[in-house]
């Protein structure tokens, strides 16, 4: 069984900073991607950012150049520094990860709220 346990989420005013983390435990084989997602309320559950076990990178168009996600692979944790944040930012953020068997249902973290006043 594998588990994503997500931190990091909270209150932040608009242009202020966040870092969220998601630690993966459990049985892991052949991970294909690690990521985050979002989903603000009334809307589908978007992709923000994903990372490789070789560091490729892939972000939506709307946090690029805001967000940057890193990983340590020995601790099979991500990490996704938010940085110049919005209100349009605000979403339950989800910690994603896919393996060689879950390509295409992946794990899914609980999920943390991000909530950027304005």
């Known amino acids: 069984q594998v588990q994503l346990v997500e931190s990091g989420g909270g209150l932040v005013q608009a242009g202020g900073s966040l870092r969220l983390s998601c630690a993966a435990s459990?049985?892991?084989?052949?991970?294909?991607?690690m990521g985050w997602y979002r989903q603000a309320p009334g809307k589908q559950r978007d992709l923000v950012a994903n990372i490789t076990p070789g560091g490729t990178t892939t972000y939506a168009e709307s946090v690029k150049g805001r967000f940057a996600i890193s990983r340590d692979s020995n601790k099979n944790t991500v990490y996704l520094q938010m940085n110049s944040l919005k209100p349009e930012d605000t979403a339950v953020y989800y910690c994603a990860l896919r393996t060689v068997v879950r390509r295409t249902l992946p794990y899914w973290g609980q999920g943390t709220q991000v909530t950027v006043a304005s």
């Open positions: 459990g049985s892991i084989s052949s991970i294909i991607v």
